[in-house]
């Protein structure tokens, strides 16, 4: 049997707005995918351990706070660091269009924006997921 | 059942039936934005044995379905109440004087997440956070800052803090006493609703017992030095962002409401001492008629519980005084100035709905803080509501209403069922440690993003009406040395304050805390001797802990 995709979904950052990330979860799980959620404010280094303890294919990021130029690209550095190297990071929530290419360049995969099918999430990873 | 008089069949049976055979209607069924199912025609028939005196009364008086006050709007317009916020004391500063230049009638203030979360922006947990989406405040001098050359007798200040309220209720009653106001004077509110932070917002310190502690403190002290004070501002806001249905909102908001007031009076406070002091605080969404109706419902709901369960005498105790913000979920990052449409539409609901104040949102917010234009129009927007339209000439003009009577009784009634849910789990904070609310809130906003995708609902230039091209629209840049301007001023505050008095103030605040003593008089001298808030949340969860939220998808 193929192996199901493997998601953390992670709420860097101090802000408690999970609806998005929940939403987003909800839907992975829904489209056949493992989902592990890390709960509220969580350092990257606390989501780059549980991303390798629970051997994920994926880390979906969510903050609302503004922080995102700093945690986004700290997550991917310290994945990096410890040998995530096919594991896909991607994030979401309230970030400026401007922001995306600069977050890219950092290394994040792709930035969902407000207002995004959670289909496209599903679709998005379906294909960039590197099977093991 | 309700009967249908000879004439509604009739008309069903012929004109109507006629009509849809030969043109069907666009759907099987309407609902609203909450998924609650409309009707085709309210009847009389929708409000059979309708009581006027007691459903709606007249305004100013029980059940204050109509309104709080005898002439409501003709009197005073709602304040309007931007909430705003960033960068550091001085920026924000800036901010508060351009809006009251403009016109705005009261301040609002948002601090950072550090200040939210009890923490100093020193922190390595603040890295990245600091001024980012509020006012960064360590410290007395930064409140200082804040309001310097701001008059707080003159004006009323709504400050948006929860977790660490009574700290920064302690910080502005210092500064107003720095400035030599007359404290009975001086007027705002702290949201201070740790509940909808369990619920929904998950900015939470402390577990729930000693922060319900904490809270009835604030209510006990306000009532005594600070009487114009509103002590807390029970909030539906959060709860509706996190994916509520309206209904639900009601319902969570008046039993967190009704906790608060219980653990008060299980304190000895007398009841009429405080509840006038209660105020509100909600959402006011897309969908036009639900959220009216479920302003009147509240204040019918919350008059007749202050009443008769909590047996309240004063009827300033009845009263639900709300602010209302417009919602920043429906608003869509594709095409933004849309969003100027939808907010103008949310702000009209909130003054029918009779809103004591109101924040109407920027069109940009999806995108990042607002901008000092987007700011002036949704301002723009409540002065065009109160000066043109004409709807504040009138008082609760949608009254009588076959539509808007029915579904404020059903709100109601719908409302109350959730309500006694909650009784029988052992009250709101028993219910929030079995995840209840949390679950009800997640499930509805599963449901609406699956209604989205599916074109059920449309949702104008997100999966209906959509366009290619970009609206370029100016953003607001939180400049990157606010970090480091205000961690320089942390270190100076931290190396000019007493170091004696300050010592003694955190040592006295832990034996207060220790002896449940009302911790008021001891958090004020704390930040009277410039202890940092993240020095008085630590003192504090050495002897209270903090929450462990429980984890579910």
Same mark, same amino acid.
């Given at each position: ?132 | ?30 609902? /609203? ?57 001085? *920026?924000?500063?800036?901010?508060? =004087? ?57 004006? /009323? ?9 009574? $700290? ?30 369990? $619920?929904?917002? =998950? ?14 403190? @604030? ?25 509520? @249905? ?66 309240? =005498? ?74 043109? @339209?004409?709807?504040?000439? /009138? ?21 109350? *069922? ?76 931290? *190396? ?42 630590? @003192? ?14």
């Amino acid at each position: 049997m193929e192996r199901k995709i493997r998601v953390l979904i992670g709420k860097p950052g101090l802000d408690g707005h999970d609806r998005g990330a929940k939403v987003i979860a909800r839907a992975l799980r829904d489209a056949g995918m493992e989902v592990i959620y890390t709960g509220l404010r969580q350092t990257p280094e606390q989501i780059v351990n549980t991303a390798l303890q629970e051997d994920v294919d994926a880390i979906g990021l969510s903050i609302l706070s503004g922080a995102h130029m700093h945690l986004f690209p700290e997550v991917v550095k310290l994945a990096r660091e410890k040998g995530l190297d096919d594991v896909i990071i991607f994030g979401g929530g309230i970030i400026p269009k401007q922001d995306v290419p600069k977050l890219k360049e950092a290394g994040v995969a792709e930035i969902f924006l407000p207002g995004t099918p959670t289909e496209d999430v599903v679709k998005f990873l379906k294909k960039n997921v590197k099977r093991k | 059942m309700a009967h249908k008089s000879k004439d509604l069949k009739e008309w069903e049976e012929t004109t109507l039936k006629g009509f849809i055979e030969k043109r069907p209607e666009r759907k099987e069924k309407f609902t /609203t934005i909450s998924g609650a199912e409309i009707k085709r025609l309210y009847t009389p028939e929708d409000i059979e044995g309708f009581n006027y005196s007691e459903k709606l009364g007249y305004p100013g008086e029980y059940p204050f379905t109509r309104g709080v006050y005898a002439t409501m709007y003709r009197g005073r317009l709602w304040t309007m109440r931007q909430f705003s916020g960033f960068g550091t004391a001085e *920026e924000t500063n800036e901010r508060y =004087k351009f809006l009251l230049e403009n016109g705005q009638t009261g301040l609002s203030v948002a601090f950072h997440l550090p200040t939210i979360m009890g923490v100093d922006s020193d922190s390595p947990l603040a890295a990245g956070e600091v001024g980012k989406c509020g006012v960064a405040i360590d410290t007395l001098e930064d409140m200082e800052i804040l309001f310097d050359g701001i008059d707080l007798e003159k004006i /009323t200040t709504s400050m948006t803090i929860n977790a660490p309220a009574a $700290i920064l209720l302690a910080m502005y009653v210092a500064v107003a006493e720095k400035q030599g106001a007359d404290l009975k004077k001086i007027s705002g509110t702290i949201q201070n609703d740790i509940l909808k932070e369990y $619920i929904a917002q =998950k900015t939470w310190i402390f577990p729930p017992k000693p922060s319900m502690k904490l809270i009835v403190d @604030t209510f006990e002290w306000c009532s005594e030095n600070l009487p114009r004070w509103n002590s807390i501002s029970i909030s539906g806001y959060h709860i509706r962002e996190a994916g509520a @249905t309206a209904v639900q909102e009601l319902a969570f908001t008046l039993r967190d409401g009704m906790e608060y007031v219980e653990w008060a009076i299980e304190r000895g406070l007398d009841v009429d001492k405080f509840a006038p002091r209660l105020s509100f605080f909600f959402n006011s969404h897309n969908d036009f008629f639900e959220e009216i109706a479920k302003f009147r419902a509240a204040r019918r709901i919350w008059a007749n519980v202050m009443k008769n369960r909590y047996k309240a =005498k004063n009827p300033n105790s009845w009263k639900l005084r709300f602010h209302t913000q417009t919602s920043g979920f429906s608003l869509t990052a594709q095409q933004p100035y849309n969003n100027i449409v939808r907010v103008a539409i949310q702000a009209l609901a909130a003054v029918l709905g009779g809103t004591q104040s109101l924040h109407t949102n920027s069109m940009d917010e999806t995108l990042a803080l607002p901008s000092e234009f987007a700011v002036q129009i949704a301002l723009r927007t409540q002065q065009i509501i109160a000066h043109e @339209t004409g709807v504040a000439n /009138t008082i609760d003009p949608l009254a009588g209403s076959y539509f808007v009577e029915s579904l404020t009784n059903k709100m109601e009634k719908e409302a109350m *069922e959730y309500i006694e849910k909650i009784d029988k789990m052992g009250g709101m904070v028993a219910a929030i440690e079995a995840g209840f609310p949390q679950r009800e809130i997640q499930d509805a906003a599963y449901e609406y993003q699956k209604a989205v995708e599916s074109g059920e609902k449309i949702v104008v230039g997100v999966n209906e009406f959509v366009v290619d091209e970009d609206q370029p629209v100016e953003i607001l840049y939180i400049d990157n040395t606010v970090e480091e301007r205000q961690i320089k001023r942390l270190k100076a505050v931290r *190396e000019k304050r007493d170091k004696n008095r300050w010592e003694k103030s955190l040592k006295e605040l832990k034996m207060a805390a220790q002896r449940d003593l009302n911790l008021m008089p001891f958090i004020l001298d704390a930040v009277k001797s410039y202890a940092t808030i993240g020095e008085i949340v630590n @003192t504090l969860k050495e002897v209270y802990g903090e929450y462990e939220e429980p984890i579910f998808i």
